[in-house]
């Protein structure tokens, strides 16, 4: 494959409510990203955009962002599942040739919808939905309880991985305000409130509005955009089957397939020596772990040992410093390219060299997609 | 121009009909997905990945191809999922073509479907404007008074000025409508997997029913329906083994001209003739500049055009270049368009006679193998509409 | 800042499809029909048309019966379905429950035992609920068969 650059983002900050209205927001991340890159709409050949007509409350969702996006009178398109997928499609378009600049962002305003609620549209209409028992909460519990009966991983260790979390967030600038909090400790995650036992609410991440946009190129021109690009060198993408109760809860097949055809198009052998940061989407905390795992960071069951070395594990804070669906898969990427550019500024992980971004969509991360990131030269 | 070449090697449909009551929707994308691996003959393993659209509002379901991914060939596959409204079929045909020409992988099954019936359609197209216009009545601009004044009663609201506007350019008369319908709804008599199939409907019958919004009557509307279709993609060197003739893939475009129609907060339409279609127009020459032609009136072979309204389909052939402006209701009257004719247009019936929207936009590109042209490169052209049928096209050369 | 609420409603109705049809049917009998996979023998409970291993057709039905195993539970504090999700007074436990000769397991609530009490593995048998209706609603839960 060849090399597709990274060459600009901009992340909106995110808020509880961000008092913007979706235009408002997406031309702030998209004029951003342009002004970062120092591009002109002009230079861009095409646009694809990540929302959801049921987040938006709004059938064809990417409608009224034509104009706020500069799509318009370009070759615009809408992936509906998570950012990361959409620049999937993004690198797609790059690498056939055809376009020489493409504009990706994702956005959504979970003040305005109720996010859990309308999650329950993705079950299956015939049985699930009708019976109305799983949701986040409890399928984020299911996944706890086998993860932590399998291995034997005790739920202060889960709590730990949190407090880690939470605390990088707290350092990361463009984190969640209300989300950050540089004082917690083990004892705070395991007395909050049980939302669906094992599953603790300081290990499930507070929802925030937010847009997030990057622009790729293909090699040639990243390099005349920039001194500094991150390169995608590697990506792999995987769903699993629907039906929880087919599959093994405690480890994750979907990404174990992803992160192995992502690290062969990179020429990753050995992860745990060769990634240096890895910014995981994962539902809940114990989600981050599981998926971390079945990346090859670690040995299976072992994901706590990741506070002790090996692969930085969300250095940011991970979906810890605030979830905003569509557009978590690209703050993850934006994230990783922060690092290997060396503008992470208070969390960033020193030397990071590579680094791996996770995007995923459905319960208990169903369909996962992995890109292996490089940076330019560090 | 790519650097992989994409192919289709083959086509997948479910019976189209109003009501598919006896599958629910995983089931009836399954029976596409299983017509398009037999057509194409290959084992379901070597699809390497599933795109699926569909406009979510109709079933009230959210990525449907979560729960559906059994059924669609997906298991422990990669799946996207690209969705941009009434363009959708488009819209996935455009990204399977994306998704091979960039090498990342090779065959490629590109959905679409929309079982219509689970939901109600005109509430499920009017949600997009619903977020709009509700502050409407707040600031003393009532319902009554939007709708007579905005192009609001939905899609055949739409459509209906914009037939006004053509036929005011063009003179094109009810009549040259009317005969856009007859030869499609003769030509869905002909394929197997359509809805409305009327072989032997005339003029005069589409003339005899009531109007629904001048100059649109009922009979010239297209049905809703439930329906999928699956395209299969794959490299150029995989698809000369596996197909007889396979179907290369050299042009594609889609521009979003949304403000053409509708700006956030109702801040009101960017053009004041809907002909205009700045959006086809670019689009049209963004892909034939992929494909290499220069002159589409004597290159072009054979063109499915998305128009689920007569005039529409008018409008589009000459905005494509295929003829000149006004001249349209002209070619279809000399038979230039018909079944047999030079430029034949719309032999699968088009949109007027089977909508599924998700999937309406997918149509069908290996249709000219029944007629046996002899050129591998075989060239038509798809034309979709996002919204209200204003703006935003997508072409497939 | 100018907000409105509101409720935007549509109805849907939703095809099950022939092969859930039959389901739907067991459940007005009180019985539990499942289907096999015609390639890979796998036993689906609910019943489906394709067998996503081998992307073949599942066509031969077989009656369950009602018992069956916990593979995993949860205690929920929270009850979202598609108007809103909210707290609930009483916890409430849910579970996977694999009925015996099926390969795949239903979410359902687990009743009648105190959420301690508990554990993957153990036995249980449907409860129906007290109207019969022939959707999944009937099955009202799962309750511990005395003895693990």
């Known amino acids: 494959m060849e090399k597709v650059g990274i060459v600009g983002y901009y992340q909106v900050k995110p808020g509880l409510d961000t008092m913007m209205s979706p235009p408002d927001m997406i031309f702030t991340a998209v004029r951003g990203a342009l002004d970062s890159a120092g591009l002109k709409r002009k230079d861009l050949t095409t646009v694809i955009g990540c929302t959801n007509d049921y987040y938006d409350g709004k059938t064809i969702s990417n409608a009224y962002k034509v104009d706020a996006s500069g799509a318009y009178m370009k070759d615009e398109s809408k992936v509906e599942f998570d950012g990361a997928h959409a620049a999937l499609y993004g690198v797609f378009r790059v690498l056939s040739g055809n376009h020489k600049l493409a504009m990706i962002y994702g956005y959504s305003m979970p003040s305005c919808f109720p996010y859990e609620t309308v999650r329950v549209l993705e079950l299956d209409p015939t049985f699930d939905r009708t019976i109305s028992l799983l949701n986040s909460y409890t399928a984020g519990g299911m996944q706890m309880r086998a993860y932590m009966k399998k291995f034997n991983v005790s739920i202060e260790d889960i709590a730990k991985i949190a407090v880690n979390s939470i605390k990088n967030a707290a350092k990361n600038p463009s984190a969640l305000p209300e989300a950050q909090q540089s004082n917690i400790s083990v004892e705070d995650v395991l007395e909050s409130e049980i939302l669906s036992s094992p599953l603790r609410k300081l290990m499930y991440p507070m929802l925030c509005d937010g847009t997030a946009a990057i622009i790729l190129a293909p090699e040639k021109q990243s390099l005349k955009i920039t001194d500094n690009p991150v390169w995608i060198t590697g990506v792999g993408s995987c769903q699993d089957t629907y039906y929880l109760g087919e599959r093994d809860l405690s480890i994750s097949t979907s990404m174990e397939i992803a992160a192995k055809k992502a690290y062969k198009i990179a020429g990753i052998n050995d992860p745990k020596k060769e990634v240096d940061v890895a910014e995981i989407f994962g539902h809940t905390v114990c989600e981050d772990l599981i998926l971390a795992e079945a990346a090859g960071l670690c040995e299976q069951g072992n994901g706590t040992s990741l506070l002790d070395g090996g692969p930085a594990l969300n250095p940011s804070g991970g979906t810890m410093s605030g979830l905003t669906p569509c557009a978590c898969g690209l703050t993850r990427i934006i994230e990783a390219v922060k690092q290997l550019q060396g503008e992470a500024q208070d969390i960033q992980i020193s030397g990071a060299k590579k680094a791996i971004a996770t995007g995923q969509v459905g319960f208990c991360a169903q369909n996962n997609i992995l890109y292996v990131l490089e940076g330019g030269g560090n | ?397 | 800042m100018y907000v409105k609420t509101g409720i935007v409603a549509p109805e849907y109705n939703f095809w099950v499809g022939l092969v859930m049809d039959k389901f739907y049917d067991g459940l007005e009998n009180k019985k539990f029909i499942g289907n096999k996979c015609s390639k890979c023998g796998k036993v689906f409970l609910p019943p489906r048309k394709i067998c996503g291993d081998c992307f073949a057709k599942a066509e031969e039905f077989l009656d369950l019966p009602g018992t069956g195993v916990v593979k995993n539970f949860t205690i929920a504090n929270y009850n979202v379905n598609e108007r809103k999700a909210r707290k609930l007074k009483e916890p409430l436990n849910v579970g996977l429950v694999q009925i015996d000769g099926a390969d795949t397991a239903i979410i359902t609530k687990i009743l009648n035992i105190n959420p301690d009490e508990i554990k993957e593995g153990m036995r249980v048998k449907v409860v129906w609920a007290d109207k019969i209706k022939g959707t999944p609603k009937d099955i009202k839960g799962f309750e511990p068969i005395g003895g693990e």
Not at chain 2, 196 to 202: A, E, R
Not at chain 2, 243 to 268: K, Q, R
Not at chain 2, 302 to 328: C, H, I, K
């Open chain 2, 1 to 397: 121009m790519s650097k992989v070449q994409p192919a289709i090697i083959s086509c997948g449909f479910s019976e189209h009909a109003s009501k598919r009551s006896d599958v629910n929707m995983a089931e009836l994308v399954y029976e596409a997905v299983e017509n398009s691996i037999q057509l194409a003959n290959i084992d379901w393993k070597d699809i390497d990945l599933i795109i699926n659209g569909n406009m979510p509002a109709f079933e009230g379901a959210n990525m449907p191809e979560l729960w559906m991914g059994d059924h669609i060939a997906a298991k422990n596959k990669p799946v996207l999922r690209v969705t941009t409204g009434g363009t959708t079929g488009g819209s996935v045909t455009i990204a399977g073509y994306y998704a091979v020409a960039s090498g990342l992988y090779d065959t490629v099954l590109a959905i679409g479907f929309e079982q219509q019936s689970c939901g109600d359609t005109a509430l499920g197209l009017a949600s997009v404007a619903i977020g709009e216009i509700v502050i409407y009545p707040d600031v003393g601009y009532d319902y009554g008074k939007m709708a007579s004044n905005m192009s609001a009663g939905a899609a055949i609201g739409v459509a209906a000025y914009q037939a006004m506007n053509y036929m005011r350019r063009s003179k094109a008369t009810e009549e040259d409508l009317a005969r856009v319908v007859v030869q499609n709804r003769r030509n869905a008599a002909k394929t197997w997997w359509t809805h409305l199939k009327m072989p032997t409907i005339t003029i005069e019958d589409v003339l005899d029913t009531p109007y629904l919004s001048y100059p649109l009557r009922f009979g010239m509307v297209c049905p809703a329906s439930d329906g999928a279709c699956a395209i299969l993609f794959t490299t150029e060197e995989k698809a000369r083994q596996i197909a007889d003739i396979p179907v290369y893939v050299n042009g594609v475009a889609s521009v979003a001209n949304e403000p053409a129609i509708l700006a956030p907060n109702m801040e009101g339409a960017g053009q004041v003739d809907p002909c205009e279609q700045l959006g086809a127009m670019k689009s049209a020459e963004l892909a034939y500049g992929q494909a290499g032609i220069s002159f589409p009136e004597k290159e072009i072979d054979y063109v499915e055009v998305y128009s689920p309204f007569p005039n529409q389909e008018l409008m589009w052939v000459e905005r494509l270049g295929l003829f000149e402006e006004n001249m349209a209701p002209e070619a279809y009257k000399n038979g230039l368009t018909a079944w047999d004719g030079e430029l034949p247009v719309n032999c699968s019936g088009g949109v007027n006679s089977t909508n599924a929207i998700g999937a309406s936009a997918m149509k069908d590109p290996l249709r000219p193998h029944c007629k046996s042209w002899e050129k591998l490169q075989i060239k038509y052209l798809k034309r979709s509409i996002r919204q209200w049928g204003m703006d935003g096209v997508a072409q497939l050369i």
